[in-house]
Every structure is written in structure tokens, then in C-alpha cells.
């Protein structure tokens, strides 16, 4: 587990077709990156149930809960969405839970082409009482 969470944070500041971003709403911070598998090491790959490929990429979400004191907490959700290209294909994806103590992860694998933009349409629902944080985002995706 620690190999992953290492190597998710070497996703997270790699170059800027890897670079994390974040959304931030009232309650929420959420912490997404998109990035080939290949960077994911092929035992924390194994020992998470993940695909790794030269033609497979994942989408990684962490939310985080604004605490009172000014720091962030990070918190469950229920995570659901779609990703397609530009011929309007569209894969479901279906994202793992990898909870390592403090730090949890969304992890969802979906296929991509050579030079393919992906359009991701994700919600995520820290709060089942409250409607899901809509998160909208293309990237292009390069064979490794």
C-alpha cells in the first residue's frame, strides 16, 4: 500500500499532462489526476487490482472536508461518472477505494488510443444528504 501511495504522489507532480488539480467548493476540496498506468508500479498494481497498459490510463480523486481550524480532512464519498472520446465512445467508470490510514483514493482505469482526448464527466458525493460535486475535465493521452 505504501508503494502506491508513493507512487500516486509521483503522479500528482510529474509534468503537466499529470499535473493534480483542484476543485474547491464551500465544504470540499477534491484532488483529481488523470495519468497512464504505466507509472503505477506493477506490484502496488497487483496488490490493488489495477490495470496496467500501455493503452489503459486512470483518473485518481481525493476529497478532502474543510475543517474549522483551517486544516483538511480526508473524507468518503461515493464517486460515479463516465469517460469518452471524440467519437462520442463512452466507458463507465468504476472507481476503487484505497484507504491507507489518513489518505484515501478513488482510483477508475479506462482505455485510451495514441493522442486521444478523453472527456471526463464525474460525481462526487461526500455527502449523501447533499447533491454530488460535479467535475467536468478533457485531457489528451499519449502511448507510453
Known amino acids: 500500500m505504501k508503494m502506491l501511495l508513493g507512487t500516486l504522489i509521483l503522479a500528482l507532480l510529474c509534468n503537466s499532462a499529470t499535473a493534480e488539480q483542484v476543485l474547491e467548493t464551500e465544504r470540499y476540496l477534491v484532488h483529481y489526476n488523470?495519468?497512464?498506468?504505466?507509472?503505477?508500479?506493477?506490484d502496488a498494481a497487483t496488490a490493488n487490482n489495477l490495470i496496467r497498459s500501455k493503452y489503459s490510463a486512470m483518473i485518481n480523486i481525493a476529497v478532502f472536508i474543510k475543517n474549522p481550524d483551517g486544516s483538511t480532512s480526508a473524507v468518503k464519498s461515493f464517486n460515479s461518472?463516465?469517460?469518452?472520446?471524440?467519437?462520442?465512445?463512452?466507458?463507465?467508470?468504476?472507481?476503487?477505494?484505497?484507504?491507507?490510514?489518513?489518505?484515501?483514493?478513488?482510483?477508475?482505469?479506462?482505455?485510451?488510443?495514441?493522442?486521444?482526448?478523453?472527456?471526463?464527466?464525474?460525481?462526487?458525493q461526500p455527502d449523501p444528504n447533499q447533491p454530488p460535486i460535479t467535475l467536468e475535465l478533457s485531457q489528451k493521452f499519449y502511448v507510453d
Do not use: C, H
Open 34 to 42: 488523470a495519468f497512464n498506468s504505466t507509472v503505477i508500479d506493477a
Open 81 to 124: 461518472g463516465t469517460v469518452q472520446n471524440l467519437l462520442r465512445q463512452q466507458q463507465p467508470l468504476t472507481f476503487a477505494t484505497i484507504n491507507e490510514g489518513k489518505a484515501i483514493y478513488y482510483i477508475a482505469s479506462f482505455r485510451f488510443a495514441d493522442q486521444e482526448l478523453m472527456n471526463f464527466s464525474i460525481k462526487v
